[in-house]
Each structure stands twice: as C-alpha cells, then as structure tokens.
C-alpha cells in the first residue's frame, strides 16, 4: 500500500533537504513523495527537481504561489497513494514513522491514525498526543481547544475516506489553521481514529520566518474566516471549544495594534478572557497587557508589553551571566 507524502514547499531551501532526506531514508519504502513548489523565488524548486530525477518516488508540481492550502490541496488531487499524510519542509520525521503509522492503521483498521511529535528548540522536547477519547467528534473538540494539535503531519489518513467524506482544503483567502479547518470536516464523520504513543515527527519551531512564528493582517483575516467556517460545522454546544481560537485573534490584532478589530471581535470571548486574567503580573505580559487593550486602553497595553519584554530579556541574559 502506497502512502503519500504532501509537502507544500515555498522559499525554504535552507531546510527543504534536512525534511526530503528524512522522507526518502524511511523503512517503509513504497512512498510517493509530492513536493508542491508554491512559486517560490529562491532555489527551492529547482532543488525539488534535482530530487525528483535523483529518485523517481518523488514528485514535483510547480504553481504559481497561492498559498499552503491551495498547495496542499494540489497534492491531494495529485495523490495516488492509499494513505495521505504531510511534512512540512523545514521539519524532519524519523526514518520508521511511515512503516509504524501503516502497521497501526492497518492493524486496527483505522481511518486515521495520530501519533506524538517532538518539538525542536534549543531544549527539545516531546508532546504527547493520547486523545482523551477516540470518539471523532470529541476529538475535533480537542484540536480546536488546542488540546492536541491540528496538524495534518502527525496524522496518516485513508485516501478513500478524505474522498467518500468530501473532505478539501479550502484555497481562498484561509493562509493559516487551514489544517484544522480540513480535519473538522474530516472527523464531523463518524471515521475510525487510533493513537500510536511515540514520537515520530520533529515540528521545527526554530525557523522565525514560518507563517506559525509570525502575525499579519493577512494571517489575522485567513484565522477569523477558519472561525467562521467553523461555526457551520460544528454543534452548538460545542462553540464553546472556539474560545482559544478567538482569543487567539484577539491577542494578534492587539500585537498589530488592530484596535477597531479589539473592539469589535467576539465579545463573549473578551469578556470572559477579561475576567481569567483580572490582575496584572509583570512577567506575564501576554495576557496581563491583552486584558488591559481589550479594557479599552490598547496604546498603554502595547507600550507596557514591550517595557516588559525588555526586563524579561534583561532578566535571562543576567540568569546567564551568573550561570556562567
């Protein structure tokens, strides 16, 4: 049974090879590897190319750049495989992850199959994805409560299934959590989940240009209209799992000191945010200065969060210094 390996590739030809190496040395050897080029500008498509003549499991469509959903979606409608699961191009998988995601699913018959990753910093360390039920619904409720992560390249998937439930990316205008928008349409069904308890993928948080590690106006727009697909998709007693979504928005407009959008966006989700966090604590300027912007005082709340960002920064380098 053939898997395939999505990975939507844009301007990363520092990483790009560390992730395709690691796809390519994998125990399970019958892998379609699909690398979309999403009109990158540096030399990442034309090392796509030297990998797809060097190995002929691998891939390559170029399109002009829409996008990692339209990306991801061109993968789908390109894959042959029986089984889909993604990479993302500055992260690394280890050499058995295909094979022991395969023989679980197989095993157990499962649509889905999730397992735990490693998150890469200077202090690495692995989290845990043990689902508090294997129920689908219940866990799209985790994912979209950040209770485990909404992902697609911790998840191997059947290919029949993505079919026979309709399940696309959605390409216009969502640039981020389109992952979570795909897999709420996925596991509203009632699919089979199972979950391996290791490691397997290596999720890179160090590279800062990744769209994760940054905010703007366009990421901020491509969150609001996830929430908003995701209203029409989920039960009504469940809206309540939008709540760290929602606050998430918030918290980027007010560091992009979008204050019409603090003033305007989820009022339910403000005032109950407000009410967590009621007192201010100097060492934790995220929530304290948020609180205080959405109180309705944003230019002081983003002066005092980078006075604060400053004396923590201070605070480390001196932790360091006697360190040493």
Known sequence: ????????????????????????????????????????????GL??????????????????????????????????????????PDDWVDATMCEKL????????????????WLES??????RQKPKSLDSRDI?????SYQLHGACWNKLIRKDIISKCG???????????????????????????????EALYHYNISNTTSLTNTFSEKKIRSWMKVIE?????????????????EKDVLYAAFILKKNELLKSLYPQTRERFIKEHPKFHLFTP???????????CPKTAIMLYHYTLRIIRLKTKIKKLIKK
């Open 229 to 245: 697909e995701l209203k029409l998709i989920l039960r009504p007693k469940d809206f309540d799992t939008l709540y760290h979504l």
């Open 1 to 44: 049974m053939t898997i395939s390996i999505i990975v939507p590739v844009y301007n990363i030809e520092k990483y790009i090879h560390r992730c395709v190496d690691s796809l390519l040395t994998q125990t399970y050897k019958d892998l379609e590897i699909l690398l979309i080029d999403d009109g990158s500008s540096d030399n990442s």
């Open 286 to 296: 995220n929530s304290s200065c948020l609180t205080l912007a959405l109180k309705g």
């Open 122 to 127: 200077a202090n690495p360390e692995i989290v």
């Open 167 to 197: 399940c696309r990316f959605t390409p216009t205008d969502i640039y981020f959590c389109e992952d979570i928008l795909f897999h709420a349409r996925l596991l509203i069904n009632d699919i089979k989940v199972s979950y391996l308890p």
């Open 47 to 88: 090392i796509c190319d030297q990998y797809a003549q060097a190995d002929q499991r691998v891939k390559v469509i170029h399109q002009a750049n829409g996008g990692v959903s339209r990306a991801r979606q061109s993968g789908l409608n390109a894959a042959t495989g029986s089984f889909i699961i993604h990479a993302d």
């Open 102 to 117: 395969i023989k679980k699913a197989n095993k157990e018959n499962a649509d889905m199959v999730l397992c735990d990753y």
């Open 140 to 144: 799209l409720c985790q994912i979209i």
